[in-house]
């Protein structure tokens, strides 16, 4: 397996407009998670989901960040607008069921907003 | 609410030391343990995992040990290389087997030539 896959690895864009992040979780995963890094805050949860449903989208900043996955297979990081303190990594991991399941994760999205 | 502190922030050592990174959770009431390298500009990759119930992990010269009931856990690094400079993470899993990690903002290590 190719891991997990995030496009684009990175991205620039200008206040206002709309962003969106995109992930390929590991075949067969059934959890997949958004994490956002920044050096102030470290790695923060945004959200989750079990077999595509949201399970705690509780860290999701504020009606601007919207995430779906329509499928076992893909799952989108929506900002709209974007604002200058969006600019952070985000980053995908997948994990099978079993609490004892290594977490993976994809290489991340360096996200710039000017 | 669980926290995950890693001191200290940043390590610099000579090649060949043996090192100990540290981390301290809040909550005691973990499901398991693990320790994340992160290169520059890079993803996340799984190091080692202890369960709640393990004492420790070793994977070639990493060493992983938990003390539960103290909140603690430390990755020892036996015979450093320029190749291990990276920033560690650990992040524990609530006593709930498939909830989220919550991570330690990392030690970001050097190993100096």
């Known amino acids: 397996d190719a891991g997990v896959i995030q496009s684009p690895r990175h991205e620039v864009t200008e206040m206002g407009q709309e962003v969106t992040l995109r992930c390929k979780p590991i075949?067969?995963?059934?959890?997949l998670f958004w994490y956002r890094q920044t050096m102030m805050r470290g790695l923060e949860l945004l959200i989750y989901?079990?077999?595509?449903?949201?399970?705690?989208d509780s860290g999701m900043p504020e009606d601007r960040f919207s995430a779906k996955m329509p499928n076992a297979s893909f799952s989108t990081l929506k900002i709209q607008p974007s604002e200058p303190r969006d600019s952070a990594v985000y980053f995908c991991?997948?994990?099978?069921?079993?609490?004892?399941?290594?977490?993976?994760f994809g290489s991340g999205t360096q996200l710039s907003v000017l | 609410k669980q926290e995950v502190t890693q001191i200290p922030a940043a390590l610099s050592v000579p090649e060949g030391e043996n090192l100990v990174l540290n981390c301290s959770f809040t909550?005691?009431?973990?499901?398991?343990l693990q320790w994340f390298r992160q290169d520059p500009g890079k993803g996340l990759t799984s190091l080692l995992l202890?369960?709640?119930?393990?004492r420790e992990q070793t994977s070639g010269r990493l060493n992983a040990s938990l003390d539960k009931s103290s909140g603690r856990s430390t990755l020892y690094i036996a015979a450093s290389q320029p190749g291990d400079s990276a920033t560690y993470l650990c992040?524990?899993?609530?006593?709930?087997?498939?909830?989220?990690?919550?991570f330690g903002k990392g030690t970001r290590l050097s190993v100096i030539a």
């Open positions: 991991a997948s994990k099978l069921r079993g609490g004892n399941e290594k977490l993976l």
């Open positions: 075949s067969g995963h059934d959890y």
């Open positions: 989901f079990n077999n595509n449903v949201p399970i705690d």
């Open positions: 909550d005691s009431a973990i499901y398991n």
């Open positions: 202890i369960q709640s119930s393990q």
């Open positions: 992040a524990v899993r609530r006593d709930s087997g498939n909830t989220p990690l919550v």
